[in-house]
């Protein structure tokens, strides 16, 4: 089954073809991603009517293009998968709108797709080994989640973020530090050139039992430091380091009790974040040291991309799983609530 997969969630538009009949990333056709960066830059955060204009303008160039790396034509597609939440509005309609006319010509059955459950998913694609039960961190955006994966639509959340989600921190904290937008990514370049325990931030709510998380008040930190500072070059790194380490060691030690709470020796880290390669490391370490594997979709997957759509679009439609003709996205959706994917 070939699948066509959009995601314009929000300011990246990706394309994708999943091909089911090809064993793990052998069935990745082709896969495209246009940035949105460069446009919002100049306003320091996403612009929710200039994104879907721009989706408007790249996306159908972008589905040409997949399509022709692919060697395939709109009529070798057998489905057709797209973000339909959660998301910005405006911009999840653009995909929808298409993918939904694609379909309906084409005369294939198309699915939206929680956004979250394809960045969930993605580790899936690159190791066919992989299949629940696993725990994941979801750390992409607006979101940090810990999830109990029992199966493919079967998923009891664990821990969220209640405020400041960790990639919402980052964007946060390199922009009170100066650096340029997106900021996430700026800081953990920074960070590579700071000295280890110059500043140590709490590693917020490890104190206590639970698996929730609260990343608003190591910003202040940050803030209240940087402030009584030199404010020189060298310490803005060594405080992107304190920040750096600080975020680690907490989503560190919340997989760690995630693990012990499922009894699971599996952690799939999906999203943005999980490109940190500070991360990367120490949750290797942790999950190692407990005689257990943790794993990561490559990063070119980590942050929004029409591979993971394509690739959790094609396991419900091979399920049978389809929607209606109408056309509906929401900006918020809960997991909890898909149906399961029975086998």
Known sequence: MRVLGIETSCDETGVAVYDTARPGADGLRAHAVYSQV??????????PELASRDHVRKLLPLVRQTLAEAGLSVRDLDGVAYTAGPGLVGALLVGAGVARALAWALEVPA?????????LLAPMLEDPELAPPFV???VSGGHTQLVAVDGIGRYRLLGETLDDAAGEAFDKTAKLLGLPYPGGPHLA??????????????????DRPGLDFSFSGLKTQVLLAWQKSDQGQATRADLARGFEDAVVDTLAIKCERALEAAGCDTLVIAGGVGANKRLRARLQAMAQARGGRVRFPRPALCTDNGAMIAFAGALRLQAGQHDDTAIRVTS??????????SG
Do not use: K
């Open 111 to 119: 699915i939206g797709v929680h956004h979250m459950e394809g960045h």
């Open 332 to 341: 918020r959706w809960d997991m909890a609530a898909l149906p399961a994917v």
């Open 136 to 138: 994941a961190l979801l």
């Open 38 to 47: 460069a446009l919002h830059a100049e306003y320091g955060g996403v612009v």
């Open 189 to 206: 370049a920074l960070a590579e050139q700071g000295r280890p325990g110059t500043f140590r931030f709490a590693r917020p709510m490890t």
